[in-house]
């Protein structure tokens, strides 16, 4: 006759295996789920490190271009430096807008840039002004506010 634990040799075999072959899934699952964060975030910090590139590109850009500006005025007081640091500013606040803000979660680099935004819009005038239209259309003559406003005929000539 066989002992006891003979008999339940092959049971405790399968639950062996089973045991093997879940721990085995759950690894798999978990290195899987572990690499794929892993991953997001070196892409991550690539793309924050390209807008970072790209900002401090622009940034150089830009502030050698409102140094000029600032220089040529000292040399000829005639000249406004205000257009040209406006369109600068302009296209720093574009690429912010566009591409930067969303690779650059950095607290202290999204504060400076609103303050310097903040400070460009406050201080520094747009070349050309733009009205919105209810002021444009109440500063045109009354005929041209009665051309736009009056019926359409068919007898009307336009």
Not at 25 to 34: G, I, N
Not at 56 to 69: E, F, L, P, T
Request: aromatic share 8%.
């Amino acid at each position: 006759m066989r002992s006891h634990s003979a008999r339940y040799a092959h049971v405790r075999r399968a639950i062996g295996a089973a045991a093997a072959i879940a721990g085995g899934y759950l690894a798999v699952r978990w290195q899987a789920r572990h690499a794929t964060e892993v991953a997001q975030r070196i892409r991550g910090e690539e793309r924050r490190e390209d807008g970072l590139f790209a900002l401090r590109a622009k940034v150089n850009d830009v502030s050698g271009r409102i140094d000029a500006s600032y220089r040529s005025v000292e040399c000829s007081p005639f000249l406004s430096p205000w257009p040209d640091v406006y369109t600068a500013a302009a296209e720093l606040r574009e690429l912010w807008q566009t591409e930067l803000s969303g690779k650059i979660p950095d607290k202290v680099i999204v504060s400076k840039y609103l303050e310097f935004d903040g400070r460009v819009r406050d201080c520094v005038p747009e070349p050309y002004p733009r009205l919105p239209v209810r002021e444009t259309i109440q500063r045109w003559p009354p005929r041209h506010l009665s051309r736009l406003s009056a019926p359409r005929s068919p007898g009307w000539a336009s």
